[in-house]
């Protein structure tokens, strides 16, 4: 019997940076769908109409992805894995077109963000915001305009039929983004060695300080601490804890339930293997 | 002898949060000038151009502004107060059009996520990603064309003669953006109640806990921690950490010294009046 192919989703549009992360996570060829924004990779989740996506969730050199956390928080999923991708953004333009000629430039504000040394260096080249950076690639295809440029992939490149008018303009050659992939279900095995959570603690002074104490006194090593506001009460927050372990641990429970009695919210986000990408300048090795 | 004004910067241009966030806080009439990027106000402010600069570092819906904690952390500067300003986004068009008219919306992202429910419920319109919101509210205009909004606020509205389609769009009615005032040189005075520095710890686990243990002893109340990412090594980070306390005070002159001396890198940030806005549903009260 012929086994279906799995389906999986991912925000954007072919040449992302996502589908890559996705496709390099499952090395066998899935059944992908794209779709327009972050929350609908959730809601096709939550739906059945995939059965993995996968969403950006932080950057090594401009931080965590806001919208993912909240996400995250919001719908009853589980992060199953994560994948580490280096980037490399480039200034694309129209074929015969080159740097001099492009007035405008068009991609994500992170792509702008990542490569802003080189926008320093190239004042007359005016920024413009867009959804993400293929699709801004996909956009200056149909504008067909010497001036106009995008920041994005060599991938996207490919497929829009663009050139390459300037090589890896991002200004940390350590550029990577962190991928989690998020399915229904919670499924715990041995190569799990990564937990994230989520949690707000009281008001009372020393609260925050006390819930890692529960980390630090069982030897856990907490590898990530990220704030993100609680809406309705401004300057509150949720943690977002990582540390390394394993939920069929004795001592991780433990500390789990010490945590979540003094949480006001707790949510357990997943337990995965970590991915490692140890990049040196200008190569990649795992 | 008549004084001359103090002269001030900020990003954006007329009719941004920035600038009403800036009148408000120094409550008199300044030279105020107004630059394209972030960093050009640190410019400005360490050339003389400028006294004080002003940037949005925290918004209550979205969370810290990834730029601002990196330039208070590269250029020498002191944050010498804070203001807080309740932030209230509307759907704005050209005269004689109205929401169903409108099929694409430019705006600031910020400006968007931040209305993100509303849009929801609109699937019709598209978003186009925008330098801020005042500009986003300047450039429709330009356009002068009945299906492009723009989200800004309601000066923006009256400064560039546009109409409010739909009001008060920003799904968070505690909508609030914390904004940092600085200064060249740090200035303590007894009405300084909040610190803010940043810091890097050694890789050794619980070495964040550590340095926290130095505050919880003394009795300082950390009011907030924020992670953001060492450029060049990936996953490790700066922590951004504010707590209630004066430079002058012995208890926090130690607790620092401490904390300095279990720090890879420290830099007080500033010392200065904390800003407390409280915001009723529809109404905004100090």
Not at 20 to 38: C, G, R
Not at 92 to 108: A, F, M, N, P
Request: aromatic share 12%; glycine share 6%; hydrophobic share 35%.
């Amino acid at each position: 019997m012929k086994k279906d192919k799995l389906k999986t989703g991912y925000q954007g549009v072919p040449g992302s940076f996502s589908e890559q992360a996705l496709s390099e996570y499952f090395n066998i060829k899935t059944e992908e769908y794209h779709f327009p924004d972050f929350e609908d990779v959730l809601i096709h989740l939550q739906n059945g109409n995939i059965q993995y996506g996968i969403l950006p969730i932080e950057n090594s050199s401009t931080g965590g992805i806001s919208e993912t956390y909240n996400l995250l928080r919001k719908y009853d999923c589980s992060i199953i894995g994560e994948r580490c991708l280096k980037i490399e953004h480039h200034l694309l333009g129209i074929r015969g077109s080159c740097v001099k000629d492009i007035k405008q430039v068009y991609s994500h504000p992170q792509g702008y963000e990542q490569s802003e040394v080189f926008f320093r260096n190239h004042p007359n080249i005016n920024f413009l915001p867009y959804k993400n950076t293929a699709e801004s690639a996909q956009y200056i295809r149909k504008l067909n305009d010497k001036t106009i440029g995008a920041i994005a992939s060599r991938k996207a490149a490919e497929l829009y039929d663009l050139d390459i008018l300037a090589e890896d303009i991002n200004f940390n050659r350590k550029n990577i983004t962190r991928f989690v992939i998020i399915g229904k279900e919670q499924k715990v095995s041995k190569s799990c060695n990564k937990v994230s959570i989520v949690i707000t603690v009281s008001h009372t002074p020393g609260a925050l300080y006390k819930a890692m104490g529960f980390f630090e006194e069982n030897h856990l090593n907490l590898t990530k601490i990220e704030s993100r506001p609680l809406i309705d009460e401004p300057w509150h927050y949720y943690f977002y804890l990582d540390f390394e372990g394993n939920l069929r641990d004795p001592i991780v429970i433990s500390a789990l339930e010490n945590v979540k009695s003094i949480s006001s919210y707790f949510k357990i986000l997943g337990n995965y293997p970590c991915h490692n990408l140890m990049v040196k300048d200008g190569g990649q090795n795992e």
